[in-house]
């Protein structure tokens, strides 16, 4: 059983590797068993669909300037103000 634990895991990362790997292939390849830690991202990126996209916050300055920001701020604080009771 080893063996062909080993051959999955050499099988998925070969094919992670070559990239155009789509979740079926993963799928196929791991048959519901459970993913080696070490390819859980990639596989995560796959299932995703965002291999080979950009980063969307690299451009983010990080200013929190909605219209409604304070709203949100506030409700923000009650609902913490709640949890922090229990």
């Given at each position: 059983?080893?063996?062909?634990?080993?051959?999955?895991?050499?099988?998925?990362?070969?094919?992670?590797?070559?990239?155009?790997?789509?979740?079926?292939?993963?799928?196929?390849?791991?048959?519901?068993?459970?993913l080696p830690a070490d390819l859980r991202a990639k596989v995560w990126k796959?299932?995703?669909?965002?291999?080979?996209?950009?980063?969307?916050?690299?451009?983010?300055?990080?200013?929190?300037?909605?219209?409604?920001?304070?709203?949100i701020h506030k409700d923000c604080q009650?609902?913490?103000?709640?949890?922090?009771?229990?």
């Amino acid at each position: 059983v080893n063996l062909s634990l080993t051959k999955r895991e050499k099988d998925l990362a070969e094919a992670l590797e070559e990239g155009g790997c789509d979740l079926e292939t993963v799928r196929n390849i791991i048959q519901g068993r459970q993913l080696p830690a070490d390819l859980r991202a990639k596989v995560w990126k796959i299932a995703l669909n965002v291999v080979g996209k950009g980063d969307s916050l690299a451009s983010w300055d990080g200013c929190l300037d909605l219209p409604e920001q304070n709203i949100i701020h506030k409700d923000c604080q009650e609902l913490i103000g709640k949890f922090s009771c229990i």
